[in-house]
């Protein structure tokens, strides 16, 4: 169910290259143990963002959690809709919510990222842990 | 409340159900609980306008019991149980020395001599051994938590939906009172109390029956509108009915007076723990106050956050978090006593912003009657 064009970190974003640009979002699996999304917090468009670190927030009813971007770079452009509506985060967080669009600083970041299947195998794990 | 990860998380008889019907489990205070179930949002609306249902077996039950009963529960709680009428409940807080909180409580009295008590899971154990220590009266004291699942039916619905399971006339049980009775053929104390701001009733019975109980009021309420629940969703509700929380709005360094519950605590009762200390407070006034707040900017408060004033740190956030009915983002908060007053600007600390916030008046939510 995970997208095969994207990437995925360990904490649970995708980003999806295009170019130079990578755009960024949290996986399916992170809006679920995040609860129902009330509230996005998003850089301003020019600002610098380096890999591993945290750039942006989603807060559920219950829950702050941090955005770790997977890669460095500038913030190109913002999800603006998320403002208004951040249960689209719930509904669609593999398009629709997509969070910032990034021009990378250095393309090769993202090759040391989790494919599709990686990812989909590491969930796995954890979810194995939580239900024993 | 955190547990050592060494610990085995303690369950309630319907844990496996939740698990099957698929809720999310959380560590809550070292009890493996349901926090959702189909989303905070949903459950906290239902509880609202529908109702709900919520396991609550992991609080804790203590019976104290005989000749000296009444005495006890004098001694060791702030209400005055001289009060009570048997069939009748009330909200109390069990003292310290100090006159602190080490826990607030439901007293039952269901004879003269045996009252009931409802606590907090987390704080159980404390409870009892705290009671067990100030025991002079001869008392037995028993912790009955195993003996029991708590079931909370909870919202304008919760009655008429109950009222299919039991020949008890549940309309006739009058806020905080409670009765004996079958419901779905299982003997229970039914008790018109909760924890959401919403009418409702908690029912205690026999572990054994809880698959059966829980599933037929499921199965009865759905066409009503009532979804099993969470404690996501009660904690939303209870913040939003201006309720407090053990660890959160008290604990063992506040005060009745500091938590606005001056009505449970009855000075002319006679003597009972921390009463020499909490009427000190009393005459010299207290330093700081819990008030309710709203945000004006559109961030959200948190637990712990810091309360500013002036861009002066004055006091912390006890509970912050979205009210789903209301639409706003909310919370409690200790205050100095020069800034409780309805209208007082005041700024929450959140992460690197100063977020402008405004006192209300508490309950933040009244359920229309």
């Given at each position: 169910m995970y997208p095969t064009d994207c990437r995925y970190t360990k904490e649970h974003e995708w980003i999806k290259m295009d170019g130079a640009i990578g755009t960024i979002g949290i996986t399916d699996y992170a809006q679920h143990e995040l609860g129902d999304v009330v509230f996005v917090e998003l850089p301003q468009v020019g600002a610098k963002i380096e890999a591993g670190q945290p750039f942006g927030t989603v807060e559920s009813v219950k829950a702050v959690s941090e955005i770790y971007s997977p890669v460095s770079g500038e913030v190109a452009e913002t999800n603006s809709v998320l403002g208004n509506e951040p249960e689209k985060i719930n509904q669609d967080p593999h398009g629709a919510a997509w969070l910032v669009k990034i021009k990378l600083s250095n393309l090769t970041e993202v090759n040391s990222l989790m494919d599709a299947a990686a990812y989909q195998a590491y969930i796995a794990e954890k979810q194995k842990e939580t239900s024993a | 409340m955190t547990t050592p990860a060494t610990t085995e998380l303690r369950k309630t008889a319907l844990n496996a159900t939740h698990r099957r019907l698929g809720a999310k489990m959380v560590d809550f205070g070292g009890w493996d609980m349901p926090v959702e179930y189909t989303g905070i949002l949903a459950e906290h609306r239902a509880v609202r306008t529908a109702a709900g249902l919520f396991d609550v077996s992991h609080m804790g039950e203590i019976v104290v019991h005989g000749p000296g009963a009444f005495e006890l529960i004098q001694k060791v709680t702030c209400n005055n149980v001289e009060k009570l009428a048997v069939g009748q409940a009330h909200y109390s807080g069990l003292m310290t020395e100090l006159g602190t909180f080490v826990d607030d409580l439901l007293v039952h009295k269901m004879s003269d001599t045996h009252f009931y008590l409802c606590v907090n899971a987390s704080n159980q154990d404390k409870d009892c051994a705290h009671i067990v220590r100030h025991n002079t009266t001869g008392a037995r004291v028993e912790n009955a938590s195993d003996y029991y699942t708590q079931i909370a039916i909870q919202g304008p619905k919760a009655l008429g939906v109950l009222q299919r399971f039991t020949q008890v006339p549940l309309a006739s049980i009058n806020y905080y009172h409670f009765t004996h009775g079958l419901v779905n053929g299982v003997e229970c104390l039914i008790a018109r109390t909760g924890y959401t701001g919403e009418d409702g009733f908690e029912i205690y019975f026999a572990p054994e029956h809880s698959d059966k109980m829980w599933f037929a009021l499921l199965a009865s309420g759905e066409p009503d509108g009532l979804i099993p629940c969470g404690l996501g969703a009660r904690n939303t509700l209870r913040l939003e009915a201006g309720m407090c929380l053990y660890g959160h709005e008290i604990d063992e360094t506040t005060t009745v007076w500091e938590a606005n519950?001056?009505?449970?605590?009855?000075?002319?009762k006679g003597d009972f723990l921390g009463r020499a200390p909490l009427a000190k407070q009393k005459e010299e006034g207290v330093k700081r106050v819990l008030v309710g707040f709203e945000m004006t900017d559109k961030l959200i408060a948190r637990d712990g956050c810091p309360v500013l004033h002036d861009g002066e740190k004055v006091g912390h956030v006890t509970s912050g978090s979205p009210a789903p009915f209301l639409g706003k983002n909310i919370g409690m908060a200790y205050v100095p006593g020069s800034l409780c007053a309805v209208g007082t600007q005041l700024q929450i600390g959140i992460r690197n912003h100063q977020a402008a916030a405004r006192i209300v008046p508490l309950p933040f939510y009244k359920r229309p009657k």
């Open positions: - | 519950l001056g009505w449970i605590c009855k000075m002319d």
